[in-house]
């Protein structure tokens, strides 16, 4: 069993930049893909970023691609998305997710999710 927190959301301009956290529980954290997910209100949940067991193969969503990084700490049982360059389109409750599969075909996503997280608040005014 996992457990996952969020932290970091808020407010912020266009422009500016935020970091996501979320802190898992349980002995299992590094058997997981970690990603991260957003949505919008009055839309689809979106995939946003993933990132592999190790740490060492990330994947993104087109429209955040140069402004998002994501990693992960084995060791602290986190994985992280660095928000640069926020845009209002960026405006979401963003959601940390753990699963066992990284597609790329058609598109990156994280797939066979077993674990997510409550969401976090993010708000980006123009």
């Known amino acids: 069993q996992v457990q996952l927190v969020e932290s970091g959301g808020g407010l912020v301009q266009t422009g500016g930049s935020l970091r996501l956290s979320c802190a898992a529980s349980g002995r299992t954290f590094n058997h997981y893909a970690m990603g991260w997910f957003r949505q919008a209100p009055g839309k689809e949940l979106e995939f946003v970023a993933a990132?592999?067991?190790?740490?060492?193969?990330?994947y993104y969503q087109d429209s955040v691609k140069g402004r998002f990084t994501i990693s992960r700490d084995n060791a602290k049982n986190t994985v992280y998305l660095q928000m640069n360059s926020l845009k209002p389109e960026d405006t979401a409750v963003y959601y940390c997710?753990?699963?066992?599969?990284?597609?790329?075909?058609?598109?990156?996503?994280?797939?066979?999710?077993?674990?997510w997280g409550q969401g976090t608040q993010v708000t980006v005014s123009s």
């Open positions: 997710a753990a699963g066992k599969t990284i597609v790329v075909v058609p598109s990156p996503s994280l797939t066979a999710v077993n674990y």
């Open positions: 990132v592999n067991l190790s740490g060492t193969r990330t």
